[in-house]
């Protein structure tokens, strides 16, 4: 049986299985991007995949805490295009 790698939530501070959270990652250049393989070189920050959650953290600016720099709004946009899919 394999062990199911745990991520916290930034927002709930919840821990899921790291397939049901969306991880988004502060490039060592400086950028932010959404990494939808979880292997992109960086400092990384997991939100949970649920509409609830996205607010919250677009109200709180939990992200931006997370990753020490501020969130372009792009971000905060295709964010909310994958959890609509």
Known sequence: MRKIPMRKCVVTNERFPKK???RVVRTPEGKVVIDTTGKK????AYIQK???TFEKAKKNKALARALEIEIPEEIY???E???DE
Do not use: D
């Open 77 to 79: 946009t295709q964010l």
């Open 41 to 44: 070189n960086g400092h990384g």
């Open 20 to 22: 049901e959270l969306i």
């Open 50 to 52: 649920s509409k609830e």
């Open 81 to 83: 295009a994958m959890l």
